[in-house]
T-cell receptor, first 114, second 112 residues
Framework: DTGVSQNPRHKITKRGQNVTFRCDPI?????LYWYRQTLGQGPEFLTY????????KSRLLSDRFSAERPKGSFSTLEIQRTEQGDSAMYLC????????????FGSGTRLTVV | GENVEQHPSTLSVQEGDSAVIKCTYS??????FPWYKQELGKGPQLIID?????GEKKDQRIAVTLNKTAKHFSLHITETQPEDSAVYFC???????????FGPGTRLSVLP
C-alpha cells in the first residue's frame, strides 16, 4: 500500500464551475477525513466517514460542498459553483479507528479558483 | 470547542542547535496530541504523538512534553539538520471528538 492517494494534485477552475476531487485511503483504514488548508494556516476539519457513513460535517462545509464514500473505499469531494474563497489545499486523511494513532494524510489537491 | 495556539510562527536556528515549539489547548477533555511535519507540496506527516496519561515521549532527536495542568505541550528537536526545515503543526483530539484541531503552524528554518 502506497499510502493515501489524492487526485488531481492541482486544479485550476473558473468561478462558478463545479469541481470534484478523489481520495483513495489506505485500504485497511475504516475512517476517512477531509480537511481544508489555506496558506499559512493549519488544516481545518470539513467532514469524516466511518466506512460509508458520513458521521460529522463541519460548519465550514457549506451546502455547495458534498462528500461521498460509496462502498466505504475511495471518497469524492465535490464543490459546486466554486468561489474564489474556495481556493485552498484540500487534504484527505485516513485512520484505523478513532485516529489516536494519528492520521495518514495524502499530498492534497490544490484548488485555485480564478 | 477546542482551540489550539502555537508559538512561534517562525523559527530560525543554526544547524546543530535545538528548536522548541510550544502549543496550548483550551479544552481539558483533550487527551491525544500529535505533531505533524509538512514539507512544501506535501501533506502533513505524523512525527511524534503523546497521550494525556504520559508526561514525556522521546524518539531519537525528537521529544514531546505535556503539562496537563497548564494545558500546554511542546516539541523539542535536538541537533537540528537542514532536512528538519519544514512547517510543524501541533494538534489536539478531544476524548469524545472525532477529529483533530490543529494549531496554525511553525515554519522552522535550519541554517547551515
Amino acid at each position: 500500500d502506497t499510502g493515501v492517494s489524492q487526485n488531481p494534485r492541482h486544479k485550476i477552475t473558473k468561478r462558478g464551475q463545479n469541481v470534484t476531487f478523489r481520495c483513495d485511503p489506505i485500504s485497511e483504514h475504516n475512517r476517512l477525513y477531509w480537511y481544508r488548508q489555506t496558506l499559512g494556516q493549519g488544516p481545518e476539519f470539513l467532514t469524516y466517514f466511518q466506512n460509508e457513513a458520513q458521521l460529522e460535517k463541519s460548519r465550514l462545509l457549506s451546502d455547495r460542498f458534498s462528500a461521498e464514500r460509496p462502498k466505504g473505499s475511495f471518497s469524492t469531494l465535490e464543490i459546486q459553483r466554486t468561489e474564489q474563497g474556495d481556493s485552498a489545499m484540500y487534504l484527505c486523511a485516513s485512520s484505523m479507528g478513532t485516529g489516536t494513532s494519528g492520521y495518514t494524510f495524502g499530498s492534497g489537491t490544490r484548488l485555485t479558483v480564478v | 470547542g477546542e482551540n489550539v495556539e502555537q508559538h512561534p510562527s517562525t523559527l530560525s536556528v543554526q544547524e546543530g542547535d535545538s528548536a522548541v515549539i510550544k502549543c496550548t489547548y483550551s479544552d481539558s477533555a483533550s487527551n491525544y496530541f500529535p505533531w505533524y511535519k509538512q514539507e512544501l507540496g506535501k501533506g502533513p506527516q505524523l512525527i511524534i504523538d503523546i497521550r494525556s496519561n504520559v508526561g514525556e515521549k522521546k524518539d531519537q532527536r525528537i521529544a514531546v512534553t505535556l503539562n496537563k495542568t497548564a494545558k500546554h505541550f511542546s516539541l523539542h528537536i535536538t541537533e537540528t539538520q537542514p532536512e528538519d526545515s519544514a512547517v510543524y503543526f501541533c494538534a489536539a483530539l478531544l476524548n469524545y471528538g472525532q477529529n483533530f484541531v490543529f494549531g496554525p503552524g511553525t515554519r522552522l528554518s535550519v541554517l547551515p
